[in-house]
């Protein structure tokens, strides 16, 4: 089922719901690319996928 879904272009749609420092922060620790950070800035804001926590993951910690 790999062709049905693109991984690559989940991810950089997820990662555009993240913040350019937070972005850089992934980077820094090599988690990302600079290339994913390249990719990330061609996501249209609409596209983006939202990075949230549910109520018990923010207060479970």
Do not use: C, W
Not at 11 to 34: P, V
């Amino acid at each position: 089922m790999d062709n049905i879904f693109d991984l690559d272009e989940a991810k950089h749609r997820i990662l555009a719901g993240f913040t350019s420092e937070e972005l850089a922060k992934l980077a820094d620790l090599n988690h990302i690319t600079k290339d994913d950070i390249d990719k990330v800035s061609l996501i249209s804001p609409s596209k983006a996928i939202p990075v949230e926590l549910t109520y018990s993951q923010k207060y479970l910690s």
